[in-house]
Antibody
Framework: QVQLVQSGAEVKKPGASVKVSCKAS????????MHWVRQAPGQGLEWMGW????????NYAQNFQGRVTMTRDTSITTAYMELSRLRSDDTAVYYC??????????????????WGQGTLVTVSS | DIQMTQSPSTLSASVGDRVTITCRAR??????LAWYQQKPGKAPKLLIY???SLESGVPSRFSASGSGTEFTLTISSLQPDDFATYYC?????????FGGGTKVEIK
């Protein structure tokens, strides 16, 4: 069965960076895009971008351009999201989420069929 | 970015009620719309994709329709497990966006 298991909660100071991991299992890791979505406390969902685990190519939401980097290690079927220059309003739960087979998608854009359990990142001085 | 607007933001209903949630897109997104259910402290769960296709394993009391700019999610007979927050998400454009959410609470 498909599983996405994320790394544990983090507490960071403003200006620091955080790197969250997402270990995938139960499917061919390189066959499906991996997305990252965040949710601030009590707020809605915000898409951050995706990585193509096959090529390593990534597409980032404009709000995060220049601060986010998505990478992967195919040998351990793990995707990573690193966010730099953290601010207090980056405090949120960060989710990895798999995009389904590309045949169900609109070009490079898609929905999310499996989600990780979420990683709480707290930014506080 | 394509703005997605859900209504209502909160809905009070009873077990057995028929419930409808609306999602509007600022511009046409064809049928590239998904619906999710989220419970407190949990990740969202996919319910519907391509506007009206029921995800495998999702109960048939959930249905959805729409195309272009207006979409609806309907729960035919609300069950205790359905009290949650529901989000729509468009995937027509290169930048993916969600609606603000609709919380379905117990009346």
């Amino acid at each position: 069965q498909v599983q996405l298991v994320q790394s544990g909660a983090e507490v960071k100071k403003p200006g620091a960076s955080v790197k969250v991991s997402c270990k995938a299992s139960g499917y061919t890791f390189t066959g499906y895009y991996m997305h990252w979505v965040r949710q601030a406390p009590g707020q809605g969902l915000e898409w951050m971008g995706w990585i193509n685990p096959n090529s390593g190519g990534a597409n980032y939401a404009q709000n995060f351009q220049g601060r986010v980097t998505m990478t992967r290690d195919t040998s351990i079927t793990t995707a990573y999201m690193e966010l730099s220059r953290l601010r207090s309003d980056d405090t949120a739960v960060y989710y990895c989420a798999r995009g389904p087979s590309r045949v169900y998608c609109s070009g490079g854009s898609c929905y999310f069929d499996y989600w990780g359990q979420g990683t709480l990142v707290t930014v506080s001085s | 970015d394509i703005q997605m607007t859900q209504s209502p933001s909160t809905l009070s209903a009873s077990v057995g009620d028929r419930v409808t949630i609306t999602c509007r897109a600022r511009q046409s997104i064809s049928s590239w719309l998904a619906w999710y259910q989220q419970k407190p402290g949990k990740a969202p769960k996919l319910l519907i994709y391509k506007a009206s296709s029921l995800e495998s394993g999702v109960p048939s009391r959930f249905s959805a329709s729409g195309s272009g700019t207006e979409f609806t999610l309907t729960i035919s007979s609300l069950q205790p497990d359905d009290f949650a927050t529901y989000y729509c998400q468009q995937y027509n454009s290169y930048s993916l966006t969600f609606g603000g959410g609709t919380k379905v609470e117990i009346k």
